[in-house]
């Protein structure tokens, strides 16, 4: 048997491993062993001074650990042993202490449940995870996660559910960007690129409508008309167009997120559709909306308060105004407007626009250049937008109001 060897290293080869048949205990050098059992399975097992004490430490199958892994494995053993450590102890640690998804799940709904406004938003948070995640991979540990167990559960709904399947894609990275940051797994995030995997979506059903970006100068003109329409809606319509903002983040904006020296809004994480920190410079404009609504809106803390003041407007404002003006178009859809006005109308990098969008970047080539957000960038955007915006069918800019 190899066993018998003085001080062997490295003796093993691949092509010597799957040639072992007889029983017994094969040698590789620095305690590391290759079993070979009776039943013909071999296993890898590992012979150090833990603390003093000889102790024998297994590896794993050798059907599912190479001969280098069961290498790399030994190296940090001995490591860890040479330190005064126990190897053993510590994998026994770590096995208990790292959650499973399903776990990991539970635990950033409850971390972050506190900070959604919109219970209704808190509740499908975790239960498109339960539905379209957890069965497929809730019981895994999370470090033991990777991209095909994200692609099994996203491929039965990603051309039948589009909406959701982003959604959920969405809230899988961000339960595994937590299990990261708590220490539980290291290395990149498993739904980045898992969309390579998956066939190109069509249009969404869910498709919010957009008015031809040339036709928004008029709308805003109507819009700022409009009479039987509370001016506090108004307001806020026009503020979610001049930001290119999400309806819920409009409606949720809070005073203490803007700061008015330096005309610009922090939507928090919590928020946001992609769970990321957007800041958004305010135009000129912008900032004349805020003014006016804080005079409307008296002491709320809400930017755009409903009639009580305690809660926001309710998105029906935006709906009913659009109804009223005979369009068949959405308020989201003027997202689509304003990236259209800055991809055919302006010379700025498409990233801008996107950074703007607080789209995510699913490109890591791309995403590695983009270290910072593009404020200045997005402010001289943001403040050409509002002059676009603000013109009339001749091309002049009507005054402030």
């Known amino acids: 048997m190899g066993g018998k060897g003085r001080h062997p290293e490295k003796a093993l080869t691949t092509v010597q491993m799957r040639a072992l048949k007889t029983p017994g205990r094969y040698a590789d050098g620095h305690g590391l062993y290759l079993v070979v059992d009776p039943s013909g399975s071999k296993r890898w097992l590992l012979r150090i001074v833990v603390q003093g004490k000889r102790r024998d430490i297994g590896l794993g199958g050798a059907s599912l650990v190479t001969l280098a892994e069961a290498r790399e494995k030994a190296l940090a053993y001995r490591k860890t042993a040479r330190d005064g450590g126990d190897p053993l102890a510590e994998r026994r640690r770590a096995q208990l202490t790292v959650p499973t998804f399903a776990e990991a799940a539970e635990t950033v709904h409850s971390e972050h449940k506190a900070t959604w406004r919109n219970p209704k938003h808190a509740a499908q948070w975790i239960n498109t995870l339960r539905t379209y995640a957890i069965p497929h991979f809730g019981a895994k540990r999370v470090d033991q996660i990777e991209t095909p167990d994200v692609l099994r559960a996203l491929a ?10 982003s959604r959920v894609r969405q809230r899988i990275g961000t339960v595994l960007d937590w299990a990261k940051a708590a220490g539980h797994r290291s290395g ?19 498709h919010h409508a957009a008015l031809p970006y040339a036709e928004v100068p ?31 983040e409009v409606l949720d904006a809070r005073w203490g997120e803007i700061d008015e020296a330096q005309a610009l809004w922090t939507v928090p994480a919590a928020r946001m559709k992609a769970g990321r920190e957007h800041r958004v ?32 407007l309710s998105n029906m404002v935006f709906l009913m ?18 990236r259209d006005w800055a991809a055919e109308a302006t010379t700025l990098p498409r ?3 996107e950074m703007a969008l607080a789209h995510v970047v699913e490109n890591r080539v ?13 402010r001289e955007m943001m403040e050409q937008w509002a002059t676009f915006v603000a013109t009339n069918s001749k091309g002049d800019k009507p005054a402030s109001v």
Do not use: C
């Open 321 to 338: 105004a659009l109804r009223r003006m005979k369009l068949p178009i959405t308020a989201h859809g003027f997202r689509s407007s304003f």
């Open 366 to 378: 791309e995403a590695a250049y983009r270290r910072g957000d593009l404020l200045a960038k997005r």
């Open 218 to 248: 008029a709308f805003v003109a109507r819009l700022r008309a409009m009479s039987g329409q509370g001016e506090i809606g108004r307001l806020a319509f026009e503020f979610l167009i001049l930001t290119a903002a999400r309806t819920s």
């Open 281 to 312: 410079p305010l135009s000129a404009r912008a900032a004349e909306v805020l003014a006016r609504a804080k005079v409307l809106g008296g002491n709320s803390a809400l930017v755009f308060p409903g009639r009580n003041g305690a809660r926001p």
């Open 188 to 206: 990149d995030n498993p739904v980045e690129g898992v969309t390579r995997g998956l066939p190109r979506q069509g249009e969404r059903e869910e």
């Open 351 to 353: 990233e801008v626009a």
């Open 156 to 165: 039965p709904i990603w051309l039948t559910k589009g909406e959701t399947a």
